[in-house]
T-cell receptor
Framework: DQQVKQNSPSLSVQEGRISILNCDYTNSMFDYFLWYKKYPAEGPTFLISISSIKDKNEDGRFTVFLNKSAKHLSLHIVPSQPGDSAVYFCAAMRGGSNYKLTFGKGTLLTVNP | DTAVSQTPKYLVTQMGNDKSIKCEQNLGHDTMYWYKQDSKKFLKIMFSYNNKELIINETVPNRFSPKSPDKAHLNLHINSLELGDSAVYFC??????????FGSGTRLTVV
């Protein structure tokens, strides 16, 4: 039962262009969403998050958009840089769950110079 | 100074053996977790401890036993290892709803 889905296993973009990574969820009880970035042989590192009371959160080149009615969120990276090449995991949490995160399968982003 | 460190990084062992993975965090976080990333790349929670108390115990075989001697440590002991236990195991910590900090993972291979 995949409650968090990242339907694109991979994405390739040119340096300087926008990267858009998508995530869908099925559990309407989720109220906090996070994006993690993972390099090979390393643990995931926190990138950006958004609460369900917002529809947008921005941090430098990274912006996360949340569409609650569609149960969809996306991560925008502008401009994309080669160092952004990594696997990006979408994760969701619901209040009262003891901070349990439910992860998607990840999307491998490759930014070409 | 590594925030969440887990050892060993790689572990190759035979079926039927018992092994342990250790995890330590120096962030002062109250909550620690074990996640498993299987061959399909899903990261799934196994256990969570808050101040040495077990608060999350997902559907995990009882061959897996977490131990938290203090809030800075959460070790994972696995008895009678099976081929299907091969995966990457990640330790993580967090503080009251904040984002997790993950360790770099332990790749377990059971042969």
């Amino acid at each position: 039962d995949q409650q968090v889905k990242q339907n694109s296993p991979s994405l390739s973009v040119q340096e300087g262009r926008i990267s858009i990574l998508n995530c869908d969820y099925t559990n309407s009880m989720f109220d906090y969403f996070l994006w993690y970035k993972k390099y090979p042989a390393e643990g995931p590192t926190f990138l950006i998050s958004i609460s369900s009371i917002k529809d947008k959160n921005e941090d430098g080149r990274f912006t996360v958009f949340l569409n609650k009615s569609a149960k969809h969120l996306s991560l925008h990276i502008v401009p994309s840089q080669p160092g952004d090449s990594a696997v990006y995991f979408c994760a969701a949490m619901r209040g009262g769950s003891n901070y349990k995160l439910t992860f998607g399968k990840g999307t491998l982003l490759t930014v070409n110079p | 100074d590594t925030a969440v460190s887990q050892t060993p990084k790689y572990l190759v062992t035979q079926m039927g053996n018992d092994k342990s993975i250790k995890c330590e965090q120096n962030l002062g976080h109250d909550t620690m977790y074990w996640y498993k990333q299987d061959s399909k790349k899903f990261l799934k929670i196994m256990f969570s401890y808050n101040n040495k108390e077990l608060i999350i115990n997902e559907t995990v075989p009882n061959r897996f036993s977490p131990k938290s001697p203090d809030k800075a440590h959460l070790n994972l002991h696995i008895n009678s290892l099976e081929l299907g236990d091969s995966a990457v195991y990640f330790c993580a910590s967090s503080q009251a709803g904040g984002g997790y900090t993950f360790g770099s993972g332990t790749r377990l291979t059971v042969v």
